[in-house]
């Protein structure tokens, strides 16, 4: 019998309920359990047939279960490990979606010594709770353990079993994991959050400040809608590192101010484009880069329509698609993302046999 047999997930909101998902559409033959404290939730679970077993308390739910998965907030991992140390097998495997990884791990170690393996998966979605919960949400995700042996048995296991469900694996020790999240995820959810603070003050005097922040001002600042009830606990745990990343941005703010007032900003503006332009071009974090397609099509029904025809008509897997709301680079209007450069080549190729303007973009 392959490993799982029978998975434990506690917590059956969007990431909870989305693994749940995945594992009954790729994995039919593991036998679900599922835990939340919400009656109705775990009523929907089981009239959707999101598990096999819908459970309120912890005990009934993980016994006999060879993988455990702490769905829940940051502050509810920890209190859910320490009711886990006596509850699992000698031989489970107990792992947790947490956004930090350092205190999570510790207190993982701690209550279950080597069954622990940290975990945190790179994707996610606008709403939350088991409603939004989607089947494919790990499809090509990078999806992040931490653990301090990657060879080790554990971490192999778990390993595999997520590459089944989709996603792109990569270990990472906690202290690291968490200072990367605190750059690329962490300060960019702060500084959303102070620039649309500050234009919102700025609004009190003249109301043209909200109206005119359209266009890059609302791409720039999209995760300013995230509610501290997310957020709270996550930069609490990782406020030393969190804090040494704002302590380095504001270096930097007072560097571009005098660069400013001196008139030196034009190698900062170039060395930031060449970053921005090597960011890889990936769907929600795959360590493999997709190709691309770049296209410019009119708006008008039906017109999309017939480009996904068309790459049918070629037999191109469409991995993800992109509308470019702001038309930079190579000022195309769609981005088709592919999974090979012949693909890319010939997917464009096609588009532009008929007629639309169409380039693989390297």
């Not at 598990?51 to 769905?71: K, N, Q, R």
């Not at 990078?142 to 080790?152: G, I, Q, R, S, V």
């Not at 941005?249 to 190698?267: H, I, K, S």
């Not at 880069?289 to 029904?301: C, G, M, S, T």
Request: aromatic share 6%; hydrophobic share 45%; with cysteine.
């Amino acid at each position: 019998m392959s490993w799982p047999g029978r998975v434990c997930i506690v917590g059956l909101g969007l990431m909870g309920g989305s693994l749940a998902l995945a594992i009954r559409h790729l994995r039919p033959g593991v036998h679900l359990h599922g835990v939340d404290r919400e009656a109705h939730t775990r009523h929907e679970a089981l009239e959707r047939n999101v598990v096999h077993a819908a459970f309120e308390a912890l005990t009934p739910a993980v016994e006999g279960c060879d993988l455990v998965v702490l769905a829940v907030p940051v502050d509810a991992i920890v209190e859910v490990l320490l009711q886990l140390r006596g509850l699992v097998g000698p031989q489970a495997i107990v792992s947790d979606m947490g956004s930090t990884k350092t205190r999570i791990c510790e207190a993982g170690r701690v209550a279950l010594g080597a069954r622990f393996v940290g975990g945190h998966p790179f994707t996610g979605a606008e709403h939350s709770g088991l409603n939004a919960a989607d089947p494919f949400l790990f499809e090509n995700a990078l999806y992040a353990l931490t653990c301090d042996d990657p060879d080790e048995e554990r971490a192999r296991l778990l390993k595999h079993f997520l590459e089944s469900l989709g996603a792109q694996v990569v270990f990472l020790p906690p202290p690291e994991h968490d200072r990367i999240v605190a750059h690329v995820s962490h300060l960019p959810q702060l500084l959303a959050t102070t620039l649309c603070d500050q234009v919102r003050t700025q609004s009190q005097t003249n109301p043209l400040y909200r109206e005119l922040a359209a266009g890059g001002f609302r791409d720039l600042t999209r995760v300013a809608a995230s509610p501290y009830a997310l957020w709270g606990s996550i930069l609490r745990d990782n406020r030393t590192a969190v804090d040494a990343a704002l302590a380095a941005l504001q270096a930097q703010l007072q560097q571009v101010r005098n660069e400013l007032q001196q008139g030196t900003l034009e190698q900062r503006f170039e060395r930031a484009a060449s970053f921005r332009r090597q960011l890889p071009w990936r769907s929600k974090g795959l360590l493999k880069p997709l190709q691309r397609i770049a296209l410019v099509i009119e708006d008008r029904p039906g017109e999309l329509v017939k480009v996904l025809q068309v790459l049918l008509e070629q037999r191109i897997n469409l991995k993800d698609i992109e509308l470019r709301k702001t038309r930079e680079g190579d000022g195309s209007t769609f981005h088709l993302y592919v999974e090979s450069a012949s693909a890319a080549q010939r997917g464009a190729q096609a588009l532009q046999q008929r007629g639309w303007e169409a380039q693989q973009v390297a």
